[in-house]
């Protein structure tokens, strides 16, 4: 029996779902510590699971891999199917490496409902893992919906003091986008008697069917990644989440949306992605160019990274829609690099205000006297930020600026103006917050990161530095996927 063989896929999705109902059955706020311990082992385990995903991968192969097919609802033709290539297995790997640092982060912060707690980030990150693995439309869109409800919970029981708006909006706005897609996967339904994605792709299509199919796959993906103008949600949502929640959203939710386009938009609609490919660049570069500017006035610094998000994942969408493999592959690796990196900002920012209660800039200064470790890798994780090079920040940013050129010099200025604005912005911050004399008493009390946090950080920056200095084995596992996906969408689909 080879692991390709083994339902490798099956148990990254359910480990952690069921270990998150271990938790919540035995768990209870008399002995947190045996939640803790339970979500750890569960986290970690699932996480061990995905690691053969990587060593048994063929690179070499666009099919998709640790293929599972079961029928689930046979009168309409529905089927438990599930499936990764080159595209998603590196967002199935990072969703369960995040889980287990967040885990980790919430190990003493959280003192209230502790087993809840751990429980909801295990289940989300079974049901995020179940989105990029569905190979069945219906079974997307039921795991893609199913992660509103512990997100929800996370923001509105252990959020901040305007939870409850912040919970709303994030739902609302995101599952009323929703809606129009599964009416769009009613259609393709009807038009093809079948719920599988690639019997979809074959199907041939007018080009006005393509088109509000497009859109529909639009709202939804859209306010999800988020992109320019409905990407008013994150920022609130961001502010008000405990600091796990705000890692995960960061990290990998925002890459829902973004992985949508990729499934569903290009290869379902592809003679209109190229019409409507123009709409989506300058939507793209309004959001590196003018949210980039927002961030650089926000005085809170957890709505200074969440706008920064809407920057990167403005350049995951340019690289998508150029059609060009550097620029789709410098996208991917873009995705892949926010997830490490944005995840670590908002890690030293949930440090920062388990100590002093506070996200304004101004209430601190002078951070680097009292707390060296955290300093330097705060600093690291800026720099990676703003897209230095030997950081992940800086491929990713590299390949979709060097794409852009190619198609365009003005949309690749544009584009490039964002290695302006994030080190404004990042460095700004930085400065403000540590460097400087010791500026109130509150900051002259602080104490250094102690080995829990050490760890976490340590773990994020060693895969930064990795994937900026060598992000081979990155793009090697996802470049016959995107060369594929690339010829698809480059074959005209009209009847």
Same mark, same amino acid.
């Given at each position: ?116 707690? &751990? ?84 199907? %041939? ?6 088109? =509000? ?13 988020? &992109? ?26 925002? %890459?829902? #949306? ?19 490919? #123009? ?22 610094? %957890? ?102 050129? !190619? ?38 009390? =602080?104490?250094?990161?102690? !080995? ?40 005209? %689909?009209?009847?």
């Amino acid at each position: 029996m080879t692991m390709q063989s083994l339902p490798l896929l099956s148990l990254a999705i359910w480990l952690p779902i069921l270990s998150g109902i271990v938790v919540l059955a035995v768990g209870n706020d008399r002995n947190p510590t045996g939640a803790r311990v339970l979500a750890l082992i569960g986290s970690l385990v699932s996480f061990l699971v995905t690691l053969p995903l990587i060593s048994n991968f063929d690179a070499n192969t666009p099919a998709f891999q640790y293929v599972e097919k079961t029928s689930w609802i046979e009168r309409f033709h529905i089927n438990y199917f599930l499936g990764i290539d080159g595209i998603s297995l590196w967002l199935v790997v990072l969703t369960a490496l995040i889980t287990v640092i967040v885990v980790i982060a919430g190990w003493e912060v959280i003192t209230e409902r502790v087993a809840q707690y &751990m429980a909801a980030f295990l289940i989300l990150s079974g049901l995020m893992i179940g989105v990029f693995s569905a190979q069945d439309g219906l079974l997307f869109y039921v795991f893609f919906e199913a992660t509103l409800i512990p997100m929800y919970l996370i923001i509105g029981v252990w959020g901040g003091p305007n939870r409850v708006y912040a919970a709303f909006k994030f739902f609302l706005y995101t599952l009323l986008g929703s809606l129009l897609m599964l009416v769009a996967l009613i259609y393709l339904y009807n038009a093809t008697g079948s719920f599988t994605l690639t019997d979809w792709y074959a199907a %041939k299509l007018p080009m006005n069917v393509q088109i =509000l199919l497009f859109v529909a796959f639009f709202m939804a993906f859209a306010v999800k990644v988020p &992109m320019w103008p409905v990407h008013t949600w994150l920022p609130d949502a961001h502010v008000e989440a405990p600091t796990g929640g705000s890692v995960v959203l960061a990290a990998i939710m925002l %890459k829902l #949306g973004a992985y949508g386009f990729l499934r569903f938009s290009l290869p379902i609609a592809p003679d209109a992605s190229h019409y409507l490919s #123009g709409f989506m660049i300058a939507l793209a570069l309004i959001a590196v160019v003018y949210i980039g500017l927002v961030a650089l006035v926000q005085t809170d610094m %957890k709505k200074l990274v969440a706008y920064s998000s809407i920057a990167h994942m403005g350049f995951a969408i340019l690289g998508f829609f150029m059609f060009s493999e550097i620029g789709m592959q410098g996208a991917m690796v873009q995705m892949i690099s926010h997830g490490f990196v944005s995840g670590a900002m908002f890690l030293c920012i949930g440090v920062l205000y388990d100590r002093m209660h506070s996200r304004n800039i101004a209430d601190y200064g002078g951070v680097v006297n009292t707390m060296p470790k955290f300093a330097a890798f705060f600093m690291l994780f800026a720099m990676a930020n703003s897209g230095l090079p030997a950081t992940s920040g800086f491929v990713g940013e590299f390949l979709v600026i060097l794409g852009a050129v !190619k198609l365009n010099f003005w949309v690749g200025l544009l584009a490039a103006t964002s290695l302006i604005t994030g080190a404004a912005y990042s460095l700004w911050m930085y400065k403000r917050v540590i460097f400087g004399a010791i500026a109130n008493d509150h900051v002259r009390e =602080l104490i250094d990161i102690n !080995k829990r946090e050490f760890f976490m950080l340590a773990v994020l920056a060693a895969l930064t530095l990795f994937m900026g200095i060598y992000p081979k084995p990155f793009t090697d596992l996802m470049h016959t996927s995107v060369v594929n996906l690339l010829a698809h969408v480059a074959q005209t %689909k009209l009847p």
